[in-house]
């Protein structure tokens, strides 16, 4: 038997084969790295497949590798020396073959090499910068290095969710949702990729006092606790805008919806008081406090279909109500107003809503070491410990929440801010740029010097009691976002409210007052609790609970006959019909199975 040959694949599509995969990928590369074929190639020999992967398509994420060959970086001192001087730019290093860009696939073939004195005769690359290891996100926190792998993404899942300036010209736009801290600040402790992307313009942040302590168990897990006087000096404080925005859509037949306050003779009319904060032309006013289910944009539109039908014969035209009312559960007030025309001629208004969010208990926090933590508490500044100077934290964290997580990063930080505080300047904290010993050695030395504990600890005293702690709090400064997550755009409640027209269940999501969503596992819990009529006022009361008429001699559902005062059958015509309570959605499933030809009969336990 032949030795199977190895399959050549350009952008995912087979093009052909070749005897020996590896060397025919070596040939592209090398070709590649003299400028032979485009730079923009990418290969990879994928060997328990015996596969060449060629990728020339759009789209790849690629990031620069220093080549190395024969044990030697290509990168040489006096390469770096014209570099430096500014007579050779990186476009030069990738036209001469020193630095290549390789795609996913392709760097599963190399080796490389973080640091220089780390190559062997194997290594086949390396890393431009060991902080090219990390994403951008990633590299705008500080010590990453110093984390567990698995927190990252969970890190820069915070840094995505943070409250900031994202913009200066937030006053002319009209994004749907947008949040703006009040005080942003910069970083104690920020990395050169932070400071290169100006990233202190997009500031989304402030810096915290933090102290790792308890609270009288308020702050157990990740919960936090808040210093009152903070907040309300302005720690973590927002504001919030919602958009709202309404057009006059025209119709076929000449119809067109026009903005103006609507009349009390309209279909679907409010009710004066939710129509109170609009002006003249059926606008909202600037700067008026409005609430929940009050119109801000009053619109009326043509009836849906002409001439309806009503019992009186042929109806009158009826123009219906469609303004715009402020989201459930929302207040504020209206920040601006903007009329525009689209490019088809219609108007379009666009409603600013502005609210204040002072940090509250619920509202979510996290610092860039990817610790998140709920507000539990906020207490008064007299209440809280003290140092001897009087510095009160301005969030108290759990120290439980460190040691299993590893984000030993998060007290680096605390660390080298509190150093850099007393300094009075910002320190680096770019990722694989210094030895942990040597990192901790210079800020202790600092903090040595201005006469504090070395290692960041100090002696607290007790707000509510004024006792002396028996042991010494570590504390620092950390560089705090808050995210979106606010107790105030999701707290809702339901008693009674809307269902499906389909299931006749609660329906589901807050935009819809919708239910709690009661699941298969809920329900697992209580079966396995035994709790049968919970389980049944879960399911059955509180959901879809539908009384129907089942037939005894036929076992289909009927309908009770109230002009006879009889319930009917009307499968075989017979008069002996139970009051069953039966879940709707039990119903409708009957019906779908009729409709494919099964008809399941219901045997009573009575009969
Ligand atoms: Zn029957």
Same mark, same amino acid.
């Given at each position: 038997?032949?030795?199977?040959k190895?399959?050549?694949?350009?952008d995912g +599509?087979?093009?052909g084969?070749? /005897? %020996?995969?590896?060397?025919?990928?070596?040939?592209?590369?090398s070709n590649r790295?003299k400028g032979?074929?485009s730079?923009?190639i990418?290969?990879?020999?994928?060997k328990?497949?015996?596969?060449v992967?060629?990728n020339a398509?759009?789209?790849?994420v690629?990031k620069?590798?220093?080549?190395v060959e024969?044990g030697q970086?290509k990168?040489?001192? =006096?390469?770096?020396?014209?570099?430096?001087?500014?007579?050779?730019d990186f476009?030069?290093? #990738?036209? +001469?073959?020193i630095?290549?860009?390789?795609?996913?696939e392709?760097?599963?073939?190399?080796l490389?090499?973080?640091?220089?004195?780390?190559i062997?005769k194997?290594?086949?690359h390396?890393?431009a910068?060991?902080? &090219?290891?990390f994403g951008?996100t990633?590299?705008?926190?500080v010590?990453?290095?110093f984390? &567990?792998?698995?927190?990252?993404?969970?890190?820069?899942n915070?840094m995505?969710?943070?409250?900031?300036?994202y913009t200066?010209n937030?006053?002319?736009?009209y994004?749907?949702?947008?949040?703006?801290?009040y005080?942003?600040?910069v970083p104690?402790?920020?990395s050169?990729?932070?400071?290169?992307?100006?990233m202190?313009?997009?500031?989304?942040?402030?810096n915290?006092?933090?102290?790792?302590?308890?609270?009288?168990?308020?702050n157990?897990q990740?919960?936090v606790?808040l210093?009152?006087?903070?907040v =309300?000096?302005?720690?973590?404080?927002?504001?919030?805008?919602?958009?709202?925005?309404?057009?006059?859509?025209r119709y076929?037949?000449g119809?067109?919806?026009s903005?103006?306050?609507p009349?009390?003779?309209?279909e679907?009319?409010?009710?004066?008081h /939710?129509y109170s904060k609009?002006?003249e =032309?059926g606008i909202v006013e600037?700067?008026?406090?409005?609430?929940e289910?009050?119109?801000i944009?009053?619109?009326?539109?043509?009836p +849906?279909f002409?001439?309806?039908?009503?019992?009186?014969?042929?109806?009158?035209?009826?123009?219906?109500d469609n303004?715009?009312?402020?989201?459930s559960?929302?207040t504020?007030?209206?920040?601006? #107003?903007?009329?525009s025309? *689209?490019?088809?001629?219609?108007r379009?208004?666009?409603?600013?809503?502005?609210?204040?969010k #002072?940090?509250?208990?619920?509202d979510?926090f996290?610092?860039?070491?990817s610790?998140k933590?709920v507000?539990?508490l906020i207490v008064p500044?007299?209440?809280?410990?003290?140092?001897k100077?009087g510095?009160?934290p301005?969030l108290?964290?759990?120290?439980?929440g460190?040691?299993n997580?590893m984000?030993?990063g998060?007290?680096?930080?605390m660390?080298?801010?509190?150093a850099a505080?007393?300094?009075?300047k910002?320190?680096?904290?770019?990722?694989?740029s210094?030895h942990?010993?040597?990192?901790? %050695?210079?800020?202790?030395?600092?903090?040595e010097?201005?006469g504090f504990e070395k290692?960041?600890d100090?002696?607290?005293y007790?707000?509510?009691?004024?006792?002396?702690?028996?042991? *010494?709090l570590?504390?620092? #400064?950390v560089?705090?976002?808050?995210?979106?997550h606010m107790?105030?755009?999701k707290?809702?409640v339901?008693?009674?409210?809307?269902?499906?027209i389909l299931t006749?269940?609660?329906t589901?999501?807050k935009?819809?007052?919708g239910g709690?969503?009661?699941g298969e596992?809920?329900?697992?819990?209580l079966?396995?609790h035994?709790?049968s009529?919970?389980?049944?006022e879960?399911?059955?009361d509180?959901s879809?609970k539908?009384?129907?008429?089942i037939?005894?001699?036929?076992?289909?559902?009927?309908y009770?006959d109230?002009i006879k005062?009889?319930?009917?059958?009307?499968t075989c015509g017979g008069?002996k019909l139970?009051?069953v309570?039966?879940?709707?959605?039990?119903k409708?499933?009957? =019906?779908?199975?009729?409709?494919?030809?099964?008809?399941?009969?219901l +045997?009573?336990k009575?009969?």
């Amino acid at each position: 038997m032949s030795e199977e040959k190895c399959r050549v694949y350009l952008d995912g +599509r087979e093009i052909g084969t070749v /005897a %020996d995969g590896k060397e025919f990928a070596a040939e592209i590369r090398s070709n590649r790295r003299k400028g032979l074929i485009s730079g923009e190639i990418n290969v990879a020999y994928i060997k328990s497949i015996n596969e060449v992967h060629i990728n020339a398509d759009k789209g790849r994420v690629r990031k620069p590798y220093i080549i190395v060959e024969d044990g030697q970086s290509k990168l040489t001192p =006096d390469i770096m020396e014209k570099l430096k001087a500014g007579e050779i730019d990186f476009n030069f290093l #990738v036209r +001469r073959g020193i630095i290549e860009y390789l795609d996913a696939e392709e760097e599963e073939n190399i080796l490389a090499a973080m640091d220089p004195s780390e190559i062997t005769k194997k290594t086949t690359h390396l890393e431009a910068d060991p902080a &090219s290891f990390f994403g951008l996100t990633v590299n705008n926190s500080v010590f990453p290095e110093f984390n &567990s792998m698995g927190r990252h993404p969970i890190a820069w899942n915070f840094m995505k969710q943070a409250q900031g300036l994202y913009t200066t010209n937030f006053n002319s736009r009209y994004d749907a949702r947008a949040f703006l801290l009040y005080y942003p600040q910069v970083p104690i402790v920020n990395s050169v990729t932070y400071r290169t992307l100006n990233m202190k313009r997009h500031a989304n942040g402030q810096n915290f006092v933090v102290a790792l302590s308890t609270y009288y168990g308020y702050n157990m897990q990740d919960a936090v606790v808040l210093n009152k006087a903070a907040v =309300d000096r302005g720690l973590g404080r927002s504001v919030f805008y919602r958009s709202y925005m309404d057009e006059e859509r025209r119709y076929p037949g000449g119809q067109q919806d026009s903005f103006k306050l609507p009349p009390p003779t309209i279909e679907g009319y409010k009710g004066e008081h /939710a129509y109170s904060k609009l002006g003249e =032309d059926g606008i909202v006013e600037p700067e008026l406090e409005v609430n929940e289910g009050e119109v801000i944009i009053g619109k009326v539109s043509p009836p +849906r279909f002409l001439e309806e039908q009503t019992s009186f014969g042929v109806g009158e035209e009826r123009s219906r109500d469609n303004s715009v009312t402020l989201r459930s559960g929302e207040t504020g007030a209206v920040d601006s #107003v903007m009329f525009s025309e *689209t490019t088809g001629a219609t108007r379009i208004i666009k409603v600013r809503i502005r609210s204040i969010k #002072v940090p509250e208990v619920g509202d979510k926090f996290a610092s860039r070491q990817s610790q998140k933590g709920v507000t539990a508490l906020i207490v008064p500044q007299e209440d809280m410990p003290y140092t001897k100077e009087g510095i009160v934290p301005d969030l108290l964290l759990n120290p439980i929440g460190l040691p299993n997580r590893m984000t030993y990063g998060h007290i680096l930080e605390m660390l080298g801010a509190k150093a850099a505080s007393l300094d009075g300047k910002t320190v680096d904290g770019t990722p694989f740029s210094r030895h942990g010993k040597e990192v901790i %050695d210079d800020y202790a030395g600092t903090l040595e010097k201005y006469g504090f504990e070395k290692f960041g600890d100090e002696v607290f005293y007790d707000g509510r009691t004024g006792k002396k702690f028996s042991a *010494t709090l570590f504390n620092g #400064v950390v560089y705090y976002h808050r995210l979106w997550h606010m107790v105030s755009l999701k707290l809702q409640v339901r008693s009674r409210g809307p269902v499906q027209i389909l299931t006749r269940q609660p329906t589901e999501g807050k935009p819809r007052k919708g239910g709690l969503k009661f699941g298969e596992m809920e329900r697992d819990a209580l079966v396995g609790h035994g709790a049968s009529l919970l389980i049944k006022e879960r399911m059955l009361d509180q959901s879809d609970k539908a009384p129907v008429w089942i037939c005894k001699t036929c076992g289909d559902i009927g309908y009770y006959d109230y002009i006879k005062n009889t319930p009917v059958c009307p499968t075989c015509g017979g008069n002996k019909l139970e009051e069953v309570e039966i879940s709707y959605a039990f119903k409708l499933l009957l =019906d779908e199975l009729k409709s494919m030809h099964i008809l399941a009969r219901l +045997r009573l336990k009575s009969d």
